[in-house]
């Protein structure tokens, strides 16, 4: 913690992150007791900013916290009408018959959404309530408490030099205490990383495994559009690289998202997931159906793969982990929303409770149990398996053990499997001297596109002044250890193209070009090293997604 003063202002609870997960616990919160004082703080330059997502919407969580979600005008329109799975091969593909999918899998009920808007009106719902929301103020630190719980947050730190030092117009921020604090930052969020290292949360979970997704917006020929079309596929272009698969949903405005993820536990560090992205859309089937359309958005989010398994405990002194920080993404169904929000409405309600009996800054209580043995228990469970058999044994072992696995957890609500992940997605990096490096072909700038052109297309901005936020732990080391050893991997996984190698004076140079860092955060995951950490930059810089 620094030794900078600041102002503090207390609330009953502190919300850092405006996601569907942080949102629903702020209403719920005001549903209860509305004479609570509760503050929601937001990185992004205004809500929705930050948030990327596919987005195919289980209602269940918002069903459960505003029933009345139509006649308020929630902007969940597009019903799924048609559900499609293909294999895909380099030329060809095969239709997986909608009967051989678990139950689970279908879409029926669901719809295409934005979640960058659902969460614009999410936060419309919250402040009617009397929520504060503060868009643009980045939480910087934990603040902690006399017995070492967590008590608040700073936020709001603008205004520092390159070098780390005060500028001319810095502002210190503030603290933000609460009597709890719940962290629903996404994906390996800065605090979180840090509440879980620190009260050593994850001692009794499995490994946590990420994917990297990226997406484009794109509007097409309106005689292609098909509204509420879902189709995903599998197979080419990874192939055996890596494991990962794409995502096409037809949405208003005769747009669709176009999807692609690619775990991040793959070996070869000559992948790049970025152009496999480029090279999948000129498959014969995806190249019909986006000819003549032109992309008008682009963004990358890292997401949590680990399941049931790999969720840390979720309660620590003063406060909470909420969603994706703490990893509650179903991975066969591609949907972790509704679990968001579900653990935002438990959350609050943990925290009404212990705030009711006169309580604050312990181990709220019943929020844990709540989740696991709950409807997000019993979402995330009965999947568990599907994910470390991909890992180990392939596409084809996860189709064929995975789906008996998860029709066995479907009727009788029973598996004999329960497996773990092994490695860490950094750990999983090969030594690159054992792997072909991979020839890419050059995108055409009509389908596919390099990346500095994409990037400008999630309009990402971020004060050159401040210092970066991306930190190396030894600066030596990518140049010293990883050019050789893993021929830098940086420079691929990256989906923003922060990370160069660069020759200047004779000598290579690491450089990072934080300007475009799209906060997707693999590289805080992905690094061999794990020498790289990701940090929030100042509030309100980063991409500023219009409806992803």
Known sequence: MSDIER????????????????????????????????????????????????????????????????????????????????????????????????PLMSNHGTYIVSMGNVCRWMAEQAEELGVEIFPGMACS???????????????????????????????????????????????????????????????????????????????????????????????????????????????????????????????????????EFQRFKHHPMIEELLKGGKRVAYGARAITEGGYQSMPKLEFPGGALLGCSAGMVNVPRIKGNHNAMLSGIAAAEAAHAAIGAGRGGDIIGGYEDAVRGGAIGKDLKRVRNVKPLWSRFGLAASLVVGGADMWLNNLIGWSPLNLKHGKSDALATEEASKHTPIDYPKPDGKLSFDRLTNVAFSFTNHE??????????????????????????????????????????????????????????????????????????????GPNYPNM
């Open 7 to 102: 102002e503090a202002m207390e609330y009953d609870v502190v919300i850092v992150g405006a996601g569907p997960a942080g949102l629903s616990a702020a209403i719920r919160l005001k549903q209860l007791d509305a004479d609570l004082n509760v503050v929601v703080l937001e990185k992004g330059s205004e809500v929705g900013a930050h948030i990327l997502s596919g987005a195919v919407l289980d209602t269940s969580g918002i069903d459960s916290l505003i029933p009345d979600w139509k006649a308020k005008g929630a902007p969940i329109n597009t019903p799924v009408t048609a559900d499609n799975f293909y294999m895909l091969g380099e030329a060809g593909k095969v239709r997986v018959p909608n009967i051989a999918m678990p």
């Open 141 to 275: 630190e934990v603040v902690y408490g006399d017995n070492g719980e967590v008590k608040g947050v700073v936020a709001g730190e603008f205004g520092k030099n390159a070098d780390g030092s005060q500028g001319p117009n810095y502002e210190p921020g503030m603290e933000l205490h609460g009597k709890y604090v719940f962290l629903s930052e996404g994906v390996r969020g800065s605090l979180s990383k840090e509440v879980i290292a620190k009260f050593d949360l994850a001692a009794d979970s499995d490994v946590q495994k990420y994917g990297l997704g990226m997406k484009e917006i794109w509007e097409i020929d309106p005689a292609k559009h098909k509204l509420g079309t879902v189709t995903h596929t599998m197979g080419w272009p990874l192939g055996s690289n890596a494991g990962g698969g794409s995502f096409i949903y037809h949405l208003e405005n005769n747009q669709v998202y176009v999807g692609f993820v690619v775990h991040l536990n793959y070996k070869n560090p000559h992948v790049y997931p970025y152009m």
């Open 464 to 541: 050159e002044s401040q210092p970066a936020h991306l930190r190396l732990t030894d600066p030596t080391i990518p140049i010293a250890v990883n050019l050789p050893k893993f021929a830098e991997p940086a420079q691929r996984y990256c989906p923003a193209g922060v990370y160069e190698v660069v020759e200047k004076d004779g000598e290579q140079q690491f450089v990072i070009n934080f300007q475009n860092c799209v906060h997707c955060k693999t590289c805080d995951i992905k690094d061999p090293s794990q020498n790289i950490t990701w940090t929030v930059p100042q509030g309100g810089d």
